[in-house]
């Protein structure tokens, strides 16, 4: 394979690009200017080499905790689950929640062997027996796989008396996933949220 075929090979695994867009890439990579690929290139390298996840909630960062985690003025007796990196950036974008985040990393697939030591669902046991939080958000996708994996979460923590736990209410339409709603939709079902209660 060539070089020119290997970097539009390259280009595919990035998700939602297929073969044309690859292309794209790949000459406008050939054309554009070398400053600005250099760039990219670097950028590419040191992402991957600075960015770990967060001890405390598995947000992707450069310092050990993440800037959320790290503020004062946020309500860390609220903790919000979600199942992926994007799903926090979303609710960010809303302005509107003052708790903080824990992120799952997915969510339980037996058929794909996700299954719960895939998931940083340790680390969320750990947080909350050596933290005191009065309130778990159970905001996972709006779907199937998403509910299945909330009522596994709520048994087992149903058993911390203390811990109020909810999930966002009307607004987030069965069948989504939480990337794909609008700000207002997410922030409205966030700010309703109801008790959780065993199906
Ligand atoms: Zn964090």
């Keep these: 394979m060539n070089i020119i ?26 054309k554009a200017n070398k400053e600005k690929i250099e760039r990219l290139s670097d950028l590419l390298k040191e992402v991957k080499e600075k960015i770990h996840p967060c001890k405390i909630c598995g947000n992707p960062t450069t310092e050990e905790i993440c800037p959320i985690c790290n503020n004062d ?73 998403g509910e299945v994996t909330s009522i596994y979460l709520f048994d087992l923590l149903k058993k911390y008396k203390d811990i109020k736990i909810t999930k966002p209410s009307i607004g987030l339409p069965y069948g989504s996933t939480i990337h794909y709603l609008d700000n207002y939709t997410i922030m409205q079902g966030i700010s309703d949220r109801k008790e959780f209660k065993e199906q």
Excluded: C
């Design 73 to 145: 003025t946020r309500d860390h007796s609220t903790v919000l689950i979600v199942e992926n990196t994007e799903d926090l950036y979303q609710i960010e974008a809303t302005g509107k929640f003052r708790g903080v985040y824990h992120i799952l990393g997915g969510h339980l697939a037996p058929l794909e062997n996700i299954t719960p030591e895939n998931l940083r669902i340790k680390e969320l046991i750990d947080r909350i027996e050596n933290n005191d939080i009065e309130e778990i958000i159970l905001a996972l996708n709006p779907n199937t796989a």
């Design 5 to 30: 075929n290997e970097l539009k090979e390259a280009f595919k695994i990035l998700p939602g690009v297929g073969n044309r867009t690859a292309q794209r890439f790949t000459f406008y990579t050939i």
